[in-house]
């Protein structure tokens, strides 16, 4: 198995990659799909604490569990945030969230 | 370098590649089907972390689910019959909190002291272990999370009725 | 778990990739063989359900036929329209393809003939048989064509749709293979393998103590392999041909492949969780070849119904399809776990089982039928009242147009 520290990093790198998505990107779903990377890179992390400190942590693998609740939470973000981007669109017509401007001034 | 090392390294620089794909892709289709290749690749490296449960999780949630709400999406806002600029104004300012967020991350990991085992003498996690412990010391968020699930499910039914008079 | 361990094979010790490399040719064999004998058989048994008599002309009884068309296939132009997608549109039989072969993994033909005897069999059969779906949206997408797109959106809801009701009448079958792994204080580990599954069925197969669970997952293959009355994804007299309908020569034929493939794939899973498998009225010290004989016999028992099935059952509408599925299945699906663990947990015979999930079947298909009753009625009368009258359409009729 790798060292834990190559894991990290690799999982690093793919969080800053979903930051760079959700910052740049205009359409509401490409944003959404910049946090599911985000989301994936930190479930790594949980996971590779969870295996590699199992035994020096006296047996507990917490971090599995939470990569499990993250997985289902991910499932209904998705789903609801998919449900308002819809809505968005047959209201105003896109789905782009920077012109998406009513309560701005 | 063992046979497992080479292959985690490939499936990282696979993850890596196509997490670029998702955020770079000039086409959001594009973009949406690199993400089922990133998302394919994290549940490979829960294989080579030995949770194969997890990663099967992660293929029937994200591989099916997930992805086919996303393209739906896609096609209700028709992405395809309208192009137009992906990409926001403030590219380089994104790429500078996204390197420094990056070099901040390494940093940490390098100068931190692990308290880990020997990768080497690391056994795999049995799964039957994680049904136990889900089951009983974390029942109750398990049950909660049902919860969760039923309300995001009739939000997002909710949210996308048609208003009265619509069509 | 005994395995089959090929370098042992004939007295030979070979290396692990020569083993590995003699396995994936007998699969891409079998899977060659297997697309080829079925879309003969399924043209055969159509012809007889349709008093024709089928190919006669290629081979003996026309066995060729299905090779003729296979080089026909593989000599064709392969086309792409212009303004296609490239990549997505190349690139989406591979999807299609691949997930089908990688479910040959688990499957257990007998006892010890498993690629791979995975602890978690069922599970990875179902997480990587979804994936299939990618390809074929891609191809809907790529294809840049209306009934493509219509097509591939119409697959993935019905698939999504009918993966829930299948997984949930298995996971009543694991929860018995469980209880009775726990019996004697042991782990339920290995309930979700497939071979354990059909171990666990000498005597009596789950069809017995799980009708309902058989006629769910039954549906839902068909729903899934998009195979008549399910068939809208691909129904050529609404969407044209659906998701490959651009698509010519070898890649249309990899989608036919995948799809034969997951055909022959679903049902000997079916068959092992349902019917017993390998197992069911011998037991496990037949030997091999009378374990082999009983897998395709269960197989092919099971291949014919699907054929029967598109022989008289007429389509259904998209709507319909989707309500079966939700208002329908997977209620009775739940329910069914429920009574299922409810009954376990409180320590009931398993005959209990098997008489409440004949219940629910009695119920289910009481309610279908009292539906296509009313339904039929109505349709009916409603003809009786608003006769259909011809009419002269002329230019000036202002209902008619021109």
């Known amino acids: 198995m790798p060292p834990l520290e190559h894991v990290l990093v690799i999982s690093a790198i793919l969080f800053s990659i979903g930051v760079y998505g959700v910052l740049t990107r205009r359409n509401a779903v490409n944003i959404l799909m910049s946090v599911e990377l985000m989301l994936n890179a930190v479930s790594i992390n949980m996971v590779a604490f969870a295996i590699y400190g199992r035994v020096a942590f006296d047996n507990t693998f917490t971090g599995i569990i939470f990569a499990f609740f993250i997985v289902v939470v991910a499932a209904a973000e998705v789903a609801l945030a998919l449900g308002i981007v819809v809505r968005l669109f047959r209201n105003r017509a896109t789905a782009n969230v920077d012109e998406v401007n009513l309560l701005k001034w | 370098m063992s046979a497992t090392e080479i292959v985690f390294y490939c499936i990282a620089f696979f993850m890596i590649a196509s997490g670029l794909g998702v955020v770079l892709a000039r086409n959001i289709v594009h973009s949406a089907l690199a993400l089922i290749l990133a998302l394919g690749a994290v549940a490979g490296v829960y294989v080579i972390l030995t949770v194969e449960f997890l990663a099967l999780t992660q293929l029937v949630v994200y591989g099916a689910a997930v992805i086919m709400l996303v393209l739906f999406a896609l096609m209700l806002t028709r992405a395809r019959e309208r192009p137009q600029a992906l990409f926001g104004k403030n590219r380089p300012i994104a790429f500078v909190i996204a390197a420094g967020l990056l070099t901040a991350f390494i940093a940490g990991i390098v100068a931190s002291e692990w308290a880990t085992t020997n990768p080497d003498d690391i056994e795999p996690l049995p799964f039957q272990e994680i049904g136990d412990v889900l089951f009983s010391a974390w029942a109750v968020p398990f049950e909660v999370i049902s919860v969760v699930l039923v309300i995001a499910m009739a939000g997002a039914i909710l949210l996308s009725q048609p208003d009265q008079g619509e069509q | ?402």
């Open chain 3, 1 to 402: 778990m005994p395995e089959i361990v090929l370098s042992e094979f004939a007295g030979l010790s070979l290396p692990d990739w020569i083993d590995a490399l003699i396995r994936i040719v007998f699969i891409v064999a079998l899977m060659t063989v297997n697309a080829l004998a079925l879309i003969y058989l399924e043209r055969k048994i159509l012809a007889r359900f349709q008093q024709r008599v089928g190919p006669t002309r290629t081979g003996p009884f026309g066995m060729l036929q299905s090779a003729a068309d296979a080089l026909k296939l593989l000599t064709k132009e392969d086309v792409r329209p212009t303004s296609a997608d490239r990549w997505v549109f190349e690139l989406a039989p591979y999807f299609a393809f691949v997930p089908v072969f990688l479910v040959f993994i688990p499957i257990p033909w007998t006892e010890t003939w498993i690629v791979r005897d995975l602890e978690l069999g069922f599970l990875y059969v179902f997480g990587v048989l979804g994936l299939n779906l990618v390809g074929v949206v891609m191809a809907g997408w790529g294809s840049d064509n209306k009934y493509a797109l219509l097509g591939a959106v119409r697959a993935a809801a019905q698939a999504i749709s009918y993966e829930l009701p299948m997984l949930l009448v298995s996971v009543g079958v694991i929860l018995i293979v469980a209880a009775r792994l726990t019996v004697d204080g042991g782990s339920a580990f290995g309930a979700v393998n497939l071979n354990v599954i059909a171990l666990e069925q000498t005597t009596t197969p789950f069809i017995l103590l799980q009708p309902l669970g058989f006629a769910i997952f039954m549906i839902g293959a068909l729903a899934e392999l998009h195979r008549p009355p399910f068939d809208m994804p691909i129904a050529e007299s609404e969407v044209v041909g659906g998701y490959f309908v651009e698509y010519s020569g070898i890649r249309w034929s990899f989608f036919f492949l995948a799809e034969y493939t997951a055909l022959l794939l679903l049902v000997v899973i079916g068959s092992t969780v349902f019917l017993g498998g390998w197992n069911f009225p011998f037991g496990e010290d037949v030997g091999l070849g009378l374990q082999v004989l009983l897998t395709i016999a269960k197989t092919s028992a099971v291949i014919f119904i699907l054929f029967w099935s598109r022989a008289v059952l007429p389509r259904l509408r998209i709507d319909q399809l989707m309500a079966f599925s939700w208002k329908v299945l997977l209620p009775f699906s739940i329910v069914q776990v429920l009574a299922n663990a409810i009954i376990l947990a409180y320590g009931g015979g398993e005959w209990i089982i098997g008489i409440t999930s004949l219940a629910l079947l009695l119920l289910l298909i009481g309610l279908v039928y009292g539906r296509a009753r009313t339904l039929s009625r109505g349709a009916g009368r409603s003809l009786n009242k608003q006769p259909a009258r011809p009419r002269l359409i002329t230019a000036h009729d202002p209902a008619g147009g021109d």
